[in-house]
């Protein structure tokens, strides 16, 4: 580790992190965690038996991803992960989100790949071993590239290949895990993945979207009764990437401009889940798009959740395009972040204000990622990271309002524990606590992780 975290950390009078006294993040049974994903961080991809995944493929495809980078080494968590759950300790965490790299758990015939499997029961023995929850995300992105050869997730029994693995999972890990989460994102998935092509596979085409989003929700559903069955006494949810749409104007059409981006980007996703049926607006904006959808799917898609996973970043400024639509108009004079995205707290509040609302069967809330992108230096041993350490105590403070609000929500992950592989921004852009030199895999710990330590460190105190 480079920083010595038994040692106070330095220039913490007035300390900008802290929550107030009557937050309810102070609350002993309120999780604070850190996250991160399989392809981001691993490495390893050729080790083992591990298979190729789409994001293999993708990266490896000239101009898809910033400065050509790769997944391939990534933060080699592979093996330094005794390193980096040494850092979780030290940072006083309390849970920790990883997601199993599908391609390296089963062959292409389905069967477990006994390495693979290892590999994850070690991680989740030494989390248990650590005292930390363990939140597991089954599908991350990564899906084998034999199945996308197939047809991937316009392909409807590669819903069925994914409850095959989430039996093998469940059956493999039952005890090891607190809380399931089948699909992280599915938005990303199928409209970034089929619908624009800005991420793996590279399609691009409006009915592909809402196809491969109807074949992600089935998997989901799928899985569910299964892994109840196999690990009963885990919870499990999904996790909904979601964004606030804001209108440009109090005109009628711009405020419908607004809602037909929320419905786009958090109904498509939440209605099926808590409605049992997609939202007939979604196909007002994007006509001719409608899935297959066979009876009893929406029932699967439906079963009840112990959880929903929230992942929040920014908010989308909207007008009305004049037709049945809606173009993004950037506000000028905003804070942004690396990425270029909004910092926008209240959109977080709103937006959890807004669930509990419109969804009487809403299960409890963890938000499962929140966080921004920065552009990090080592200087002098130390990396101060100002803009995060306020965007976090902002954003946490959005919480605590949609709390006090009466939204039920039981924890809150850093996005992300370790600088890592941001897609199709390659390593450009960085969203860890901890630092990572990439050449030399070193881990230095940022400012805004030794305030977070502090501050669980000293909620430990009250309770």
């Keep these: 580790m480079a920083n010595d975290l038994s040692a106070p950390p330095q220039d913490l009078n007035g300390d900008p992190f802290t929550p107030p006294a009557d937050s309810a993040l102070w609350r002993k049974h309120f999780l604070l965690g850190a996250a991160t994903a399989s392809y981001q961080i691993e490495g390893a991809v050729h080790e083992d038996g591990r298979l190729s995944s789409i994001w293999d493929t993708f990266s490896a495809t000239p101009g898809k991803v910033l400065a ?191 809602h037909l981006f929320e419905v786009q980007h958090n109904a498509w996703i939440l209605d099926p889940l808590f409605k049992g049926a997609y939202p007939d607006d979604l196909f007002d904006l994007w006509p001719g798009t409608e899935p297959l959808v066979l009876e009893g799917d929406l029932k699967t898609i439906s079963a009840p959740l112990d959880f929903l996973g929230i992942n929040y970043y920014f908010r989308t400024n909207v007008q009305s395009d004049g037709g049945h639509g809606f173009t993004e108009v950037p506000p000028t004079g905003v804070e942004r972040t690396q990425m270029g995205w909004e910092v926008h707290p209240d959109g977080l509040r709103d937006l959890l204000i807004g669930f509990h609302k419109s969804y009487p069967n809403l299960p409890p809330i963890y938000i499962t990622e929140n966080g921004m992108a920065s552009d990090d230096r080592v200087i002098e041993g130390r990396v101060d990271d100002p803009q995060r350490i306020s965007f976090l105590k902002r954003h946490m403070a959005a919480v605590d309002s949609a709390i006090k609000a009466g939204v039920d929500i039981r924890g809150y992950f850093v996005w992300s524990l370790l600088d890592n592989f941001e897609w199709a921004f390659g390593y450009e852009r960085r969203f860890g606590v901890v630092h990572v030199d990439y050449e030399t895999q070193k881990r230095t710990v940022k400012r805004s992780a030794e305030l977070i330590a502090k501050f669980i460190e000293e909620r430990k105190k009250r309770n």
């Excluded at 699909?183 to 998935?189: A, D, K, M």
């Excluded at 109840?228 to 885990?234: E, I, K, V, Y």
């Excluded at 440009?248 to 607004?258: F, K, L, P, Q």
């Design 68 to 258: 050509g980078d790769t997944g391939e080494i990534a933060c080699d968590h592979y093996h330094r992960w005794e390193e980096d759950f040494d850092l979780l300790t030290a940072l006083n965490f309390e849970a920790y989100r990883l997601s199993i790299a599908w391609p390296r758990v089963m062959d292409g015939q389905g069967k477990p790949n006994q390495k693979g499997l290892d590999f994850y029961k070690r991680l989740l023995d030494r989390l248990k071993e650590k005292g930390l929850k363990t939140f597991v995300t089954l599908y991350h992105w990564d899906l084998p590239q034999y199945l996308e050869d197939r047809g991937g997730w316009l392909n409807r029994d590669v819903a069925y290949r994914f409850a095959d693995y989430a039996d093998l999972m469940s059956r493999e890990l039952a005890g090891r895990v607190d809380a399931w989460m089948t699909l992280n994102e599915p938005w990303c998935s199928a409209y970034l993945g089929y619908g624009n092509g800005h991420h793996a596979p590279g399609l691009a085409n409006g009915r592909f979207a809402t196809q491969a989003m109807h074949h992600l929700l089935l998997a989901h559903g799928l899985a569910i009764p299964v892994l109840r069955a196999n690990d009963p006494a885990s919870l499990k949810g999904l996790v909904a990437n979601v964004g606030r749409g804001t209108a440009n104007s109090e005109s009628a059409a711009d405020r419908h401009a607004a």
